[in-house]
Structures are given as C-alpha cells and as structure tokens.
C-alpha cells in the first residue's frame, strides 16, 4: 500500500467547511482514479485522469472538485457537501498497458 | 454494458478446508478480469488479473481463479483456508478493448470469514 498514499486518513468536516484531499503515488503510473466506498454499496468510480487530462467524470456533483496537477498527484476538493457524502474515498492508480489498479489506504470521510 | 455479480454476501469456512468466492460477468467481447481484497480500514488490494491465456491464474496469497468463458464466471479460490484470509473479496471485470484508463466495474463485494 506505501506505492499510493492518502492524506489525511480521517477527515470531519461540517457542511460549510472547505477541505481537499489529497492522493500521491510513487508508481510512476500514469493514471489516477477517485472513488468513493460507501457501506453496502458497490464501490462507485468518481473520476479518471490520464495524463493528468481529466477522461471521466461519472455525474459526480459539483461540490466534488478534482485536480491532477501532474500524474503523480491528485486532489479532491470538498464544498459545502451533505451527510449522505460521508464514505471512504479512495484513489487509484494504473500504468498504461497494464489495466490493474492500485489502490491507496483511503479517506474516512464524516459530513456533519 | 458491463456488471459483475457476487451473489454471495458472505461465506463462511473452516480454516484448513477449501474456499470458493464466486462471481459472475456480463461484458460484450473479451473481458478483463480481476479479483481484489480488502481489510478493515485499508483500501483494496491487487489479488490476480486474467488477460488472456490459461483459464487458471494464480496470485498473491495461494489465491487462484479459474476463468470459465461458457458460465462467464471467475470464482475464487484457495485449496486451505487461514483465519487471515477473512476480508471482504471484490471481483471486477473491464472491457479489454478500452484504453489502459478505463474504468473497472467491481461487484458488490464478499465477506469471507474464516473460523479457527
């Protein structure tokens, strides 16, 4: 698990704050993934970049906010979000050619 | 369109006897396929990947999958259980025709659980 990491690991925040997430990989992969993981529920695919280019955005609202300044790094900014958005998010990471991904820790994330 | 079925939410097994986790796909031409674990509070975990080649493909752990093209299925398994190998099992499966980027459609998931 140390080739992607997730920072921070737990995160509360109430529905007016503002907070990122963050994803860093050492994989020298060159695309990243977020996720969210809520219980009993299918693990849902958020975003994808490649090449720092953002390729998918699965109808996630806009109080999700992605940023890949370059294709070892990967944020998730956090607005005014609601209870049910609490879940563990986690980010992925894959190499090209190779369709495997890697997964970090995660973020528990609390909405209050 | 893609879907991956684990009909079982749980299973339970005597460690030291064999372990089946199964799953079930739906994908128009050759799938990718791709078993995953996960412990408590930890993401999840790269368990084994059939591409193409021998239905058999072995992984980390003593983990194998056998991939079965007439029952579109890819279960999992393990000849001797450990307490250790409780987790929750994700199978997933992906379109072998889309770019390296492509997202991966994951099951529901299994618990398994392992008695002493």
């Known amino acids: 698990e140390t080739g992607v990491t997730q920072t921070p690991r737990h995160l509360v925040m109430g529905m007016t704050n503002k907070k990122s997430l963050k994803c860093e990989q050492h994989?020298?992969?060159?695309?990243m993934y977020w996720y969210k993981q809520s219980a009993k529920k299918p693990l849902e695919l958020m975003f994808v970049?490649?090449?720092?280019?953002?390729?998918e955005n699965n109808s996630v609202p806009s109080r999700f906010s992605p940023e890949c300044p370059n294709s070892s790094h990967l944020f998730l900014h956090l607005h005014t979000l609601q209870p049910e958005d609490s879940a563990l998010y986690l980010c992925a990471s894959s190499q090209d050619g190779r369709p495997e991904q890697y997964f970090g820790p995660g973020t528990r994330l609390t909405v209050t | 369109a893609q879907s991956v079925a684990q009909p079982e939410d749980q299973v339970n097994v005597a460690e030291g006897n064999p372990l089946t986790v199964k799953c079930t796909y739906s994908?128009?031409?050759?799938?990718?396929l791709f078993w995953y674990v996960q412990y408590p509070n930890r993401g999840l975990q790269f368990l084994l990947k059939?591409?193409?080649?021998?239905?058999l493909v072995k992984g980390s752990y003593g983990f194998e999958a056998e991939f079965n093209k007439s029952q579109t299925s890819f279960h999992l398994k393990k000849p001797s259980a450990l307490v250790s190998d409780s987790a929750l099992y994700f199978c997933?499966?992906?379109?072998?025709?889309?770019?390296?980027?492509?997202?991966?459609?994951f099951g529901s998931g299994t618990r398994l659980s392992i008695r002493p």
């Open positions: 970049y490649n090449f720092k280019e953002q390729t």
């Open positions: 059939y591409i193409t080649g021998d239905n």
């Open positions: 994908v128009s031409g050759n799938p990718y």
């Open positions: 994989l020298g992969h060159n695309a």
């Open positions: 997933a499966v992906r379109h072998s025709g889309y770019s390296s980027a492509s997202k991966i459609i």
